[in-house]
Structure formats: structure tokens, C-alpha cells
């Protein structure tokens, strides 16, 4: 499977933005999927995930501001940015939860401007 982050962007503090990822594979039978953020000097976190039943979970710093999808009928997650900070600055990508190495892309670059 291939995965393609897409949809950053320059945005103002609180300011919003949607991203995607899309599959070149079918994600259905992937349990978790995920998007996680890498910030300069930082290591990768994750910061959303979603179950194939749509059980979702969010890191504390995104809780209430970021909503994570999934259409597995599009083989796409979605995660919609509402209410950006400086602080969620970062290079964002998808993959499974937990990650698998080989699914890594290129990622999408996300900055917010204070």
C-alpha cells in the first residue's frame, strides 16, 4: 500500500484546514488508521487514529480541535484542522496504527502563522 498525504498548507492561527490521504490499496481490513505530525527537532507523534468500527482517539493536544475520518470505500482517511496554532506546525503523514515502516510517505507540510 501506498499512501498520500495531501491538503497543507499555510493557514493563520485559527484557521482550519483538511487533509487527506489516499490509499493506492484497500484499507478495509486495516483495524487503525492514523495521522501523525513531525515538528522540526521533534520526534514523529501521533496525533489521531481511527478503528475500522470508528472508534476514535486523539492526542490531548489536537482533543476538541481535530476531527479524524476514514471512507474505506475511497481507501481515504481524512483529518480536519480546526482552530490551528503555531504549535501544530509540522510535516504530517498517514499510516496504519501502529505504523507499518514501508507505508511512510512524503507527508504534507502544515504551517500556522501567529
Known amino acids: 500500500v501506498q499512501l498520500q498525504a495531501s491538503g497543507g498548507g499555510l493557514v493563520q492561527a485559527g484557521g482550519s484546514l483538511r487533509l487527506s490521504c489516499a490509499a493506492s490499496g484497500s484499507i478495509f481490513s486495516i483495524n487503525a488508521m492514523g495521522w501523525y505530525r513531525q515538528a522540526p527537532g521533534k520526534q514523529r507523534e501521533l496525533v489521531a487514529a481511527v478503528t475500522s468500527g470508528g472508534r476514535r482517539n486523539y492526542a490531548d493536544s489536537v482533543k476538541g480541535r481535530f476531527t479524524i475520518s476514514r471512507d474505506n470505500a475511497k481507501n481515504t482517511v481524512y483529518l480536519q484542522m480546526n482552530s490551528l496554532k503555531p504549535e501544530d506546525t509540522a510535516v504530517y503523514y498517514c499510516?496504519?496504527?501502529?505504523?507499518?515502516?514501508?507505508?511512510w510517505g512524503q507527508g504534507t507540510q502544515v504551517t500556522v502563522s501567529s
Open positions: 499510516n496504519s496504527d501502529p505504523p507499518r515502516s514501508p507505508w
